[in-house]
């Protein structure tokens, strides 16, 4: 059974710091790898979505790696600001079968002035 | 409008009753998906459907749940005899379907309170 873990639970840095988030999971045999944001009582919004044959993708000050065999991905975020305030989401997709979502707890960053 | 839909926003009721939530998936989506997110549990996937394929129900907790989606477009999931555990939040994701489907896109979810 597919796991993701990611760490830290929660992060909280001075507006400004460079920071990364990590995620793992147990099956390499993924499809795809999403990084989602929620913010609270809201739904999740896709923020980058890495095909199991790439090894990063970018979105503006967004950067997020893939590594397929080792089992891990991490999600950059530079010059963070405090409206990047919310909790970040990773998810996998198996290969083959449907394309239901895995998903890690989360980890809840906190960007202050 | 534009994204995925999902009534009620709020739902309060009493542990025993019965409730059903709504989903509308954005315009074209033929894959619909629902998952609960309760906390310390984290999002955990409940049923799948794709076009007029049999839904994928694996997810689905106990039988006091069910779901249909009508016509390929709007879904209904229903909890009967609802339980203190079946409190959590429940959302709604529609994509263009299958693997190469593209990106899941969220309704902001039913918050669910059983009293």
């Known amino acids: 059974k597919q796991e993701v873990t990611q760490i830290p639970a929660a992060l909280s840095v001075p507006e400004g710091e460079n920071l990364v988030l990590n995620c793992s999971f147990t099956?390499?045999?993924?499809?795809?790898l999403q990084w989602f944001r929620q913010d609270p009582g809201k739904g999740l919004t896709s923020l980058l979505l890495i095909q199991s044959s790439q090894r990063e993708q970018t979105s503006g000050r967004l950067n997020a790696s893939l590594d397929k065999s080792s089992g891990r991905s991490t999600l950059y975020i530079a010059a963070s600001q405090p409206g990047d305030s919310a909790t970040y989401l990773c998810?996998?997709?198996?290969?083959?079968?449907?394309?239901?979502?895995?998903f890690g707890k989360g980890t809840m960053l906190l960007v202050s002035p | 409008g534009a994204g995925v839909s999902q009534s009620p926003s709020n739902k309060v009721t009493e542990k025993g009753k019965d409730v059903e939530l709504r989903c509308d998936p954005i315009?074209?989506?033929?894959?619909l998906y629902w998952y609960r997110q309760s906390l310390g549990q984290g999002l955990e996937f409940l049923i799948y459907?794709?076009?007029?394929?049999?839904?994928?129900k694996s997810g689905l907790p106990s039988d006091r749940f069910s779901a249909e989606r009508t016509g390929g477009s709007v879904s209904t999931l229903t909890i009967q005899r609802t339980q203190q555990e079946d409190s959590a939040v429940y959302l709604c994701?529609?994509?263009?379907?299958?693997?190469?489907?593209?990106?899941?896109?969220f309704g902001d979810g039913t918050r669910l309170s059983i009293l």
């Open positions: 998810a996998v997709t198996l290969m083959g079968g449907y394309s239901t979502l895995t």
């Open positions: 994701a529609s994509s263009l379907g299958g693997q190469a489907g593209g990106p899941q896109h």
């Open positions: 315009s074209g989506h033929t894959a």
């Open positions: 099956d390499s045999a993924i499809y795809n």
């Open positions: 459907f794709q076009g007029n394929s049999a839904p994928d």
